[in-house]
């Protein structure tokens, strides 16, 4: 079984039960697409809270469209660079 998953960053728009969430995904391949979302299970253990407004990194599946996993919240205070691929990668992880 392969990992075919497609990384996208986006906005969280709304919050649902269940750690459910509504996302807009501003990245190039997908600019302004709505997504589905839940949070990834280390999300959930280290316990990451996630309000409207945060800067999301989203893995969805080529098969489902309209659903997607919450795998990073952006910092604040943390730049977002986009690469040639649209995917956004944290500049210092130390």
């Not at 659903?67 to 977002?80: A, E, T």
């Amino acid at each position: 079984m392969s990992k075919d998953v497609i990384e996208l960053i986006g906005i969280i728009e709304e919050t649902f039960p269940n750690a459910t969430f509504r996302v807009k995904v501003i990245s190039s391949q997908a600019k302004d697409h709505e997504l589905h979302c839940t949070l990834a299970g280390r999300m959930r253990v280290h316990r990451v809270r996630i309000l409207p407004g945060d800067r999301v990194k989203v893995e969805m599946t080529p098969y489902d469209l309209e659903k997607g996993r919450i795998v990073y919240r952006f910092r604040s205070d943390q730049s977002l660079s986009l690469g040639e691929n649209g995917e956004g990668a944290p500049e210092n992880q130390a």
